[in-house]
T-cell receptor, first 113, second 111 residues
Framework: EAGVAQSPRYKIIEKRQSVAFWCNPISGHATLYWYQQILGQGPKLLIQFQNNGVVDDSQLPKDRFSAERLKGVDSTLKIQPAKLEDSAVYLC???????????FGEGSWLTVV | QKEVEQNSGPLSVPEGAIASLNCTYSDRVSQSFFWYRQYSGKSPELIMSIYSNGDKEDGRFTAQLNKASQYVSLLIRDSQPSDSATYLCAVNVKGAQKLVFGQGTRLTINP
């Protein structure tokens, strides 16, 4: 069974530029998460989707971050404009339903300079 | 109060000893608890899940849950250098709608 796929793996951009990350969850997983993990910290939930609806986006900086999951499968996370403090790993994860084990992709490493 | 709290460490344990990692949480209605291991530069991988009070054993790993005291722990027996990693505690909160992670405990096993 294929795991959670993410791209790109690495991205370096200048501040005020934009970047987009893509995630393809495990087949059949209705719940999809985007987490931000800053070096030395635990993952912080940015947004959670159930199919193509948003369950929780309370910690998503909506002035610069946006995410969508239009067909209930793939998802895209966008940052525009990027700030230095956005340098982090962006982890996509999925599960069959909330409460069950979630599985992570390899992450997208963002460096903002 | 943070929703999930862990001692960030670092925790240093000699090879062959028992490593004990602790986690407390604030949401009394939480029902699902997970321990993830994260090697440097890698994404988290699941070690254990636990849903009921008591102990759950899987090989060298034992998860312990005490809902009354709102803590969950992970014991690693016969610690190996390959166990050196950051261990993340994760708890479902708000009626299992949201999975929250602690800040992680960095564990080093010394040969």
């Amino acid at each position: 069974e294929a795991g959670v796929a993410q791209s790109p793996r690495y991205k370096i951009i200048e501040k005020r530029q934009s970047v987009a990350f893509w995630c393809n969850p495990i087949s059949g997983h209705a719940t999809l998460y985007w987490y931000q993990q800053i070096l030395g910290q635990g993952p912080k939930l940015l947004i959670q989707f159930q199919n193509n609806g948003v369950v929780d986006d309370s910690q998503l900086p909506k002035d610069r971050f946006s995410a969508e999951r239009l067909k209930g499968v793939d998802s895209t996370l966008k940052i525009q404009p990027a700030k230095l403090e956005d340098s982090a790993v962006y982890l996509c994860a999925s599960t069959t339903q909330p409460g069950n084990t979630i599985y992570f992709g390899e992450g997208s490493w963002l460096t903002v300079v | 109060q943070k929703e999930v709290e862990q001692n960030s460490g670092p925790l240093s344990v000699p090879e062959g000893a028992i490593a004990s990692l602790n986690c407390t949480y604030s949401d009394r209605v939480s029902q699902s608890f997970f321990w993830y291991r994260q090697y440097s530069g890698k994404s988290p991988e699941l070690i254990m899940s636990i849903y009921s009070n008591g102990d759950k054993e899987d090989g060298r790993f034992t998860a312990q849950l005490n809902k009354a005291s709102q803590y969950v722990s992970l014991l690693i027996r016969d610690s190996q250098p390959s166990d050196s990693a950051t261990y993340l505690c994760a708890v479902n909160v708000k009626g299992a709608q949201k999975l929250v992670f602690g800040q992680g405990t960095r564990l080093t096993i010394n040969p």
